[in-house]
């Protein structure tokens, strides 16, 4: 696959989360918010079963030692997720749909600090602007945040740590399909039980009424597009992938303000092109290869 087709599937995927944007809040009339995580996960898991079985007949490297860091990855997700889930509750869709994706920013500077990767120089300006563009979608004040929107912000933080494990694991075992299912299955449960053990088994009609919601996130907010997230990160860097799937914000906004009536306003229509241009530079200038993919001889001067 080449670096410009695993773009499109990161934007594939932000456009199959920002759709999803407004069912992740509009569940939540129904559902408690570890119910709407956990039961949307599970759907995911099933709808990605028969690609699991596709994948396991590939040659494929074995799974044999992986089993920490596929556990690492699915914990970090379960708690992203909910932490998601719960900061939608309390925010609007537009402000959490921005907040999330500070990931953008966070994830290469935490790869940098942390990992020792170096990132493409056109990471920092599309970082920087994507970093300027949630700041005016906040109201242009940090002063102003809400808790749900810190909730948001805490979940920007786990997935940035998220993004950086999964590129490690599918570019060593190249596994998109079985990570995914792996941690959805992990999320679902953990989830699922908690809000049991917290606010009892949602009901037969709680769940009939939240069924579209419920359908539509787990078929295309966690079945596709965090496989396609993973199948991009075997061919373009966790850094990369994580400042384009931030359009998620974008098409979050716009359909909120299209479903929900939810308003852009001046900053916020700025701040949404500010995300644009971010999202941009990375796609028109991919960056190299991680040096895990490089042949052996190439790397030798």
Known sequence: MTPNRAIALALLAALAWGTGNVAQKTILEHLDGFAA??????VGVVVLLPLLRREAGADLPPVRGSLPLLLTISLLFTLASAVMQFGYGLTTVTNAGFLVNTAAVL???LAWLFMSQRPHPAIWPASLSALLGVYLMAGASWAGLTPGDSLALLSALAFAVWTLAVGVYVMRIRRPVLMTVVQLAVCGVLCTGLGAAVHGLPTLDAIAA????????GLVSKGLAYVLMAIAQQHISATCVAILVSAEAVFGALIAAVVLGETLGQARGIGSLCIILGVVIPARIPPPLPESRVPAQAAQP
């Open 210 to 217: 939240a069924l579209p919601e419920i359908l539509f996130m």
């Open 107 to 109: 994830t290469p500077v």
């Open 37 to 42: 995580t956990g039961i949307t996960a599970l």
